[in-house]
């Protein structure tokens, strides 16, 4: 398979539709998972950024999150994973 065929990626900011896609991976990639009210209370948070990596084509399927905090600081990365399929 040539470069060119390979699926292509995107990030984009997380939506409350998302979490189904997010949740299951989250549920495959950690023993200790976020629960639904943890990622939903990241969506409202100031400081919070909530992104999912998501096929080009459609931008509906979801195979990746990251949840972070912007602070005086810098950056706090609080969640990530990749669909392990």
């Known amino acids: 398979m040539s470069r ?3 699926p292509t ?3 984009r900011p997380m939506v409350e539709d ?5 949740l299951r991976i989250e549920a495959q990639s950690y023993p200790e998972p976020w629960k ?3 990622f939903k ?3 409202v948070r100031k400081e919070a950024r909530c992104l999912v990596l998501t096929d080009d084509e459609t931008d509906s ?3 990746g999150y990251m949840v972070y905090w912007i602070q005086a600081e810098g950056i706090s990365l609080l969640n990530v ?3 392990p399929n």
């Not at 998302?18 to 997010?22: C, F, G, T």
């Open 4 to 6: 060119n065929s390979e």
């Open 9 to 11: 990626v995107g990030l």
């Open 18 to 22: 998302d979490l189904a896609s997010v």
């Open 36 to 38: 639904e009210t943890h």
């Open 41 to 43: 209370s990241e969506l």
């Open 61 to 63: 399927i979801v195979v």
């Open 81 to 83: 994973a990749v669909d």
